[in-house]
Nanobody, 120 residues
Framework: VQLQASGGGLVQAGGSLRLSCAASGKFLRIYDMGWYRQAPGKQREMIATIARAGSTNYDDSVKGRFAISRDNAKSTVYLQMNSLTPEDTAVYYC???????????????WGQGTQVTVSS
């Protein structure tokens, strides 16, 4: 199973970006999906998660600016980021909890990370 993230880049403050992360490989079901970020010198932090049924959870720092969504048919999670500030500059990682065939329980996977840079 692989998670492939895309959509990062350089944007001016106040701008928008949309991140995508698609899961591929052999799996039965994807449960929770989410986005995390890690800024230079800081620990990785959760910014948004979405359950399979669609319930969402956001870190306070992005509430009202970011929106997470998913397309279960495409095994893809999205992050719409609006009103970006330089403080949002980080490497963004997608995450998924996946049930695999012939494997008890679930396994957590991470994408490779995509850089988001917001200039002032």
């Amino acid at each position: 199973v692989q998670l492939q993230a895309s959509g990062g880049g350089l944007v001016q403050a106040g701008g928008s970006l949309r991140l995508s992360c698609a899961a591929s490989g052999k799996f039965l079901r994807i449960y929770d999906m989410g986005w995390y970020r890690q800024a230079p010198g800081k620990q990785r932090e959760m910014i948004a998660t979405i359950a399979r049924a669609g319930s969402t959870n956001y870190d306070d720092s992005v509430k009202g600016r970011f929106a997470i969504s998913r397309d279960n048919a495409k095994s893809t999670v999205y992050l719409q980021m609006n009103s970006l500030t330089p403080e949002d500059t980080a490497v963004y990682y997608c995450n998924a909890v996946i049930e695999k065939p012939l494997t008890a329980g679930t396994v957590e996977y991470w994408g490779q990370g995509t850089q988001v840079t917001v200039s002032s």
